[in-house]
């Protein structure tokens, strides 16, 4: 089945939004929790660049699934296991790490008002590598699309 060519420019652009947003979170990590709360810009720095980092992947899934007959999601919950289940990402990184970020984002949008700065602080300490390894995942796509059934533009 051939598959239409990649964007490169749409899926390089998302990833520096993923880059730059986890680099402006960083700041936070290793600092406590009392220091965290304690300034109310960290919280919105934090929960807008985790927003858009989330976001950023979720595009870069999308357009990933848009190239693939019949592959398009109709959730975002969907796009980590349609990704799996088109040998773009692995499966323990799509069912877990992936699933739950596309959740976190459906929260962010629709329940931000229940968004605690202890969730957040706790994504930062714990979670940022999850975002390292989708990057990489993407990067392997668009160093040798070829591989995966792609071509780029």
Avoid: W
């Avoid at 796009?79 to 984002?105: C, Q, S, T, V, W």
């Avoid at 629709?110 to 605690?116: L, N, P, R």
């Amino acid at each position: 089945m051939r598959k239409i060519a990649l964007n490169k420019e749409i899926i390089t652009t998302r990833l520096t939004y993923i880059e730059e947003a986890i680099k402006s979170l960083e700041r936070f990590k290793g600092i406590t929790f009392k220091e965290f709360a304690s300034n109310p810009d960290n919280f919105r720095i934090a929960f807008f660049d985790l927003h858009r980092a989330l976001e950023a992947m979720m595009d870069i899934g999308s357009h990933i699934l848009s190239r693939i007959p019949g592959a398009r999601a109709t959730s975002y919950k969907e796009i980590p296991l349609l990704l799996k289940k088109h040998k773009i990402i692995p499966d323990e990184f799509a069912e877990n790490a992936f699933l739950k970020m596309a959740g976190y984002r459906n929260r962010m949008v629709h329940f931000y008002s229940e968004i605690t700065k202890k969730e957040l602080y706790n994504i930062i300490q714990h979670n940022l590598k999850d975002f390292e390894k989708f990057c990489f995942y993407i990067l392997k796509i668009i160093n040798s699309p070829m591989k995966y059934g792609f071509s780029v533009k």
